[in-house]
């Protein structure tokens, strides 16, 4: 175990005073429970990663934060929202797991292990975070701002207010904000060729449905999110 860890510290390009902080932030719950016979939740909390991971996100979103303004003083609060929902997400930091292979240094459990664990990319996301906060519970925030920029670096200097756009996932946090469930999509109809096929979708949530076309099912669904984004805007207004 030492040295993968040592391998993990090289990569993230931090030397932990204390490793037991990072020891931590690989551990999955479910290693916990194998590992250790009398575990309980109270003792998956102390040594799984999930209280780290916790910390983890908003050292992150707060670094992310920083660097984004730093770089476009002159966005407005909406375009600065958009892109840092963008690089604070679960494919952006699963991403940058993958890029230093940070699943071959979780410890999972069996079962975890069978089901495909090291590749999943929620899991990926949030070793990442843990491991951001252990960074700062280790070194402080300026440490753990670094580890950040060297993981996502690349990705807040290339990030852009057109590239952030993600309307299905704006739309489930406006709904999970308004304690409603999240929409439900479905293909309506696909009309053309298939090398020119146009989709239909819908999207259906408590109180409204909205729909939306593209030239792929994802890109309908987006639109049909957009659509519904500008709805309860409307209805907010009002």
């Given at each position: 175990m030492s040295a993968n860890l040592s391998d993990l510290e090289k990569v993230i390009g931090h030397s932990f005073r204390d490793i037991k902080f990072l020891e931590r932030a690989i551990t999955h719950r479910s290693w916990v429970f194998e590992n250790l016979p009398d575990a309980d939740?109270?003792?998956?909390?102390?040594?799984?990663?999930?209280?780290?991971?916790?910390?983890?996100?908003?050292?992150?979103?707060?670094?992310?934060?920083?660097?984004?303004?730093?770089?476009?003083?002159?966005?407005?609060?909406?375009?600065?929202?958009?892109?840092?929902?963008?690089?604070?997400?679960?494919?952006?930091?699963?991403?940058?797991?993958?890029?230093?292979?940070?699943?071959?240094?979780?410890r999972v459990g069996r079962g975890e292990e069978k089901t495909g664990g090291r590749q999943k990319r929620a899991l990926l996301a949030n070793t990442v975070e843990a491991v951001v906060g252990a960074v700062f519970l280790d070194s402080g925030y300026i440490a753990a701002r670094g580890v950040v920029k060297r993981l996502i670096g690349e990705d807040i200097r290339a990030a852009t207010p057109e590239r952030s756009l993600d309307y299905k996932s704006l739309l489930q946090e406006r709904l999970q904000a308004a304690k409603l469930s999240a929409p439900a999509y479905s293909l309506v109809r696909s009309d053309g060729p298939p090398h020119d096929r146009t989709f239909f979708v819908e999207a259906v949530w408590e109180g409204g449905r909205s729909s939306g076309e593209g030239q792929s099912i994802k890109a309908a669904e987006m639109m049909a999110a957009r659509a519904a984004l500008d709805s309860l805007a409307s209805v907010q207004k009002n």
């Open positions: 939740e109270s003792t998956a909390s102390a040594w799984a990663n999930e209280v780290l991971e916790f910390l983890g996100d908003s050292v992150v979103g707060l670094a992310v934060a920083e660097n984004l303004v730093a770089l476009h003083p002159a966005l407005d609060e909406g375009d600065l929202t958009l892109m840092k929902h963008h690089l604070v997400s679960t494919a952006t930091l699963a991403k940058a797991g993958d890029g230093i292979e940070i699943g071959k240094f979780l």
